[in-house]
């Protein structure tokens, strides 16, 4: 069986989400770096396999495919992963529910304290406070949905880890880099989570490649 391909860069979080899974599996892959500073993203050959010119793309021997939550359930159903826990229903909709929640409530709220404190210095600016604060409350606010699920169940979608918890690593990994994140001393069930999340060797290999600054 061939390596797959992954590209983008290794410290985008996005390809960390899809790099996790397949370290998760033992699966053998090949990152190809996309050069975002030549437009190399938005050239033809990338965009027959991204159309919208972003990162990840993925490649199967034929099979071509985008966005890192789709194509992470594609590695884990692939090599019949236990973490998208397909053989319950019930369980398999709680895994997709804190997917959801993971794509539409905590990424919102996290990510832009990433970018304000991490990526906009890298890149020559400066880091907006009134962003970092308003966004810091955002996510005080998911991080109480969270703490009250945890002190029930050991991890988001019931009392067995799962993609669902895997999918807040990158960012979250990135959070652990800035002043912001003393924000998880104040939910005990959450730090526990996440300490048991980040021991996971495949977590640690893909860390490996997100180097944190200073």
Same mark, same amino acid.
């Given at each position: 069986?061939?390596?797959?391909?992954?590209?983008?860069?290794?410290?985008?979080?996005?390809?960390?989400?899809?790099?996790?899974?397949?370290?998760?599996?033992?699966?053998?892959?090949?990152?190809?770096?996309?050069?975002? $500073?030549?437009?190399?993203? +938005?050239?033809?050959?990338?965009?027959?396999?991204?159309?919208?010119?972003?990162?990840?793309?993925?490649?199967?021997?034929?099979?071509?495919?985008?966005?890192?939550?789709? &194509?992470?359930?594609?590695?884990?159903?692939?090599?019949?992963?236990?973490?998208?826990?397909?053989?319950?229903?019930?369980?398999?909709?709680?895994?997709?529910?804190?997917?959801?929640?993971?794509?539409?409530?905590?990424?919102?709220?996290?990510?832009?304290? &990433?970018?304000?404190?991490?990526?906009?210095?890298?890149?020559?600016?400066?880091?907006?406070? +009134?962003?970092?604060?308003?966004?810091?409350?955002?996510?005080?606010?998911?991080?109480?949905?969270?703490?009250?699920?945890?002190? +029930?169940?050991?991890?988001?979608?019931?009392?067995?880890?799962?993609?669902?918890?895997?999918?807040?690593?990158?960012?979250?990994?990135?959070?652990?880099?800035?002043?912001?994140?003393?924000?998880?001393?104040?939910?005990?069930?959450?730090?526990?989570?996440?300490?048991? &999340?980040? $021991?996971?060797?495949?977590?640690?290999? $893909? $860390?490996?490649?997100?180097?944190?600054?200073?």
């Amino acid at each position: 069986m061939g390596k797959v391909k992954v590209y983008g860069a290794a410290m985008s979080t996005n390809v960390a989400r899809v790099i996790v899974c397949l370290e998760e599996v033992g699966a053998e892959y090949e990152v190809v770096p996309v050069d975002f $500073a030549t437009g190399e993203h +938005k050239s033809p050959a990338h965009l027959a396999r991204n159309p919208f010119g972003q990162v990840p793309a993925f490649q199967d021997g034929e099979l071509v495919l985008f966005e890192s939550r789709a &194509i992470s359930r594609y590695v884990l159903r692939k090599h019949k992963s236990a973490l998208l826990k397909d053989g319950s229903l019930e369980e398999s909709a709680m895994v997709d529910v804190w997917l959801d929640v993971e794509a539409h409530q905590y990424n919102p709220a996290v990510s832009p304290i &990433i970018y304000q404190c991490m990526f906009a210095p890298m890149f020559g600016g400066v880091c907006d406070q +009134k962003v970092v604060d308003a966004s810091l409350e955002k996510l005080k606010k998911v991080l109480d949905v969270y703490e009250a699920r945890l002190s +029930k169940h050991k991890y988001l979608a019931g009392d067995f880890v799962s993609l669902a918890d895997l999918s807040h690593f990158p960012y979250t990994h990135y959070l652990m880099g800035t002043p912001c994140k003393s924000v998880f001393d104040a939910y005990p069930h959450v730090k526990a989570w996440w300490e048991g &999340i980040v $021991a996971r060797p495949a977590v640690k290999k $893909a $860390a490996a490649g997100m180097p944190l600054p200073g």
